[in-house]
């Protein structure tokens, strides 16, 4: 009896340390009947909804499908929150399966982007592969590699170039129309917004920066503004020769400063966090500049989201704008300074321009990102991959925004997301993080205040489970055997 109990009270100690630690021991079923009750209280913020649905004013339509025409399967589908969309990319949360609306349903049917006959292409980088499953930041509409615009709209010009393109009204975040608005690509020099828009609120415009020898090592006859080992520079002079002159020399100076401590690491990791914040899923920076570099790409669609969070800075706009600007002298290298002209052509050429970014390697090809204004709307174009012939890659911008003014104003084929929409949609709700852990509706000090109790309860069961077992062997030993009677017979009535 006595060993009887001493495992009988071993066995009620080890039971009760899943109880103190808030475990759940009930069979999966009952536990998953639980969660999912948990799950469906929680407001209607599932990562399974698309991000960025298709206003009902918006109609979709695939410019020049034929009826019933079938989407190539594979072929177009968009980056998905918590999913890898770019080297470097952050994991998280996917999808539930078979929850949330049907995403093939959505998406529209493959029609190739309108183009020249005949393109002479360089061979370019492959993007890495990515999940092609869930919801599609922007709408389940920009899940494709080929053409978008919505139902009724005029064809888009058929003279581009741009292996990919988007046209997006800044001021509501509608998307006008896409060719594969998400297929990754090299940036070249527009990758400067995103500096832009990383940087630019963190130093002040009138630092004085001094160039030091790091900041002049890059790639040999590539686009710089001319900096001078020593010199000292305003910081408002840099930007001026970031966004005018597309100055490598400028955009390595800034993201030293703009980096701290970190210096050019830092920043470039505060440039791939900002892309994740504004969900841009695609991008992923490895040079400042935009020089090339292994696993560099953006997308189409990034770029307008990017470009609208630089175009809401008054000084951003103010310097894109910049048709001309003084570099200061340094004397005795250079007595007299010299003046730097905007090389954004648009800015001369098209009525309403406001500014925008030039870019050229020869892995990206010809990148273009244009804003105009017209008639109280502003509409960003944004390209990549293109050729200089028929049309330079402003030009091909110029027609872009010819083409998205004439679509009307209330049509769209998706939206940009807003900053920090992807973060919110990605992380789990705090009620289901709170389940998930075994803590209801608890907050933190009541957390904290469970976590001390059950450290302590366990602790006190550990440390007497030896005490218990000994004093039941004890009991054992001392306790005095009875002697045998035999049982008392009783007379039967008769």
Not at 300 to 327: G, H, K, N
Not at 400 to 425: I, N, Y
Not at 445 to 469: E, I
Request: proline letters at 10%; charged letters at 15%; hydrophobic letters at 45%.
């Amino acid at each position: 009896m006595g060993a009887t109990r001493a495992v009988g009270a071993l066995l009620g100690a080890v039971l009760a340390v899943p109880a103190l630690l808030g475990v759940d021991t009930r069979p999966a079923a009952a536990a998953s009947t639980t969660a999912a009750k948990t799950t469906a209280a929680t407001p209607a913020t599932a990562v399974s909804q698309p991000l960025g649905a298709v206003p009902a004013a918006g109609a979709v339509a695939a410019v020049g499908a034929a009826p019933g025409a079938d989407a190539v399967p594979g072929v177009g589908a968009g980056p998905r929150v918590g999913v890898v969309a770019g080297v470097g990319a952050v994991s998280g949360v996917r999808a539930a399966p078979g929850t949330g609306p049907s995403a093939a349903a959505a998406r529209p049917a493959f029609v190739p982007c309108p183009q020249p006959a005949k393109v002479d292409r360089k061979p370019r980088p492959s993007p890495p592969p990515r999940d092609r499953t869930g919801p599609v930041v922007g709408g389940d509409g920009l899940a494709t590699a080929g053409l978008i615009a919505p139902a009724g709209a005029p064809s888009p010009p058929g003279n581009l170039t741009a292996t990919s393109w988007l046209v997006a009204d800044l001021g509501t975040g509608a998307v006008l129309g896409a060719c594969g608005p998400h297929e990754q690509s090299p940036p070249a020099s527009v990758q400067k917004l995103l500096l832009a828009a990383t940087v630019m609120a963190k130093v002040d415009p009138t630092q004085v920066v001094q160039v030091n020898q790091a900041d002049l090592d890059f790639e040999r006859g590539s686009s710089a503004v001319g900096l001078l080992l020593g010199g000292r520079y305003p910081v408002e002079t840099l930007w001026l020769g970031l966004l005018l002159n597309s100055g490598n020399d400028a955009a390595n100076v800034l993201a030293r400063v703009g980096g701290g401590d970190a210096g050019v690491p830092g920043t470039l990791a505060a440039m791939n966090g900002e892309a994740r914040h504004l969900g841009a899923l695609d991008t992923h920076a490895v040079t400042p500049s935009g020089l090339d570099g292994p696993g560099q790409f953006t997308s189409a669609y990034d770029l307008a989201l990017i470009s609208r969070v630089d175009f809401a800075r008054s000084d951003f706009s103010r310097y894109t704008a910049t048709e001309r600007a003084q570099i200061p002298a340094q004397p005795p290298q250079d007595p007299k300074g010299f003046q730097i002209q905007n090389e954004n052509t648009l800015l001369f050429q098209y009525p309403g321009a406001l500014g925008g970014k030039t870019g050229f390697t020869d892995l990206a090809r010809h990148t273009y990102v244009g804003v105009a204004e017209r008639n109280g709307r502003r509409l960003v174009v944004t390209l990549l991959g293109a050729e200089a012939v028929p049309l330079r890659g402003w030009q091909q911008g110029a027609e872009l925004l010819d083409w998205g003014f004439s679509v009307p104003a209330g049509a769209s084929v998706g939206r940009l997301v807003e900053p920090g929409e992807t973060e919110r949609r990605a992380a789990p709700p705090a009620t289901v993080r709170r389940a998930a852990a075994g803590l209801g509706a608890a907050g933190p000090v009541q957390r904290a205040a469970w976590s001390a109790g059950r450290v302590a309860g366990v602790a006190a069961v550990l440390a007497s489970l030896p005490l218990m077992v000994v004093t039941a062997v004890r009991r054992r030993r001392v306790q005095p055997v009875a002697p045998r009677r035999e049982p008392t017979r009783r007379s039967r009535p008769r």
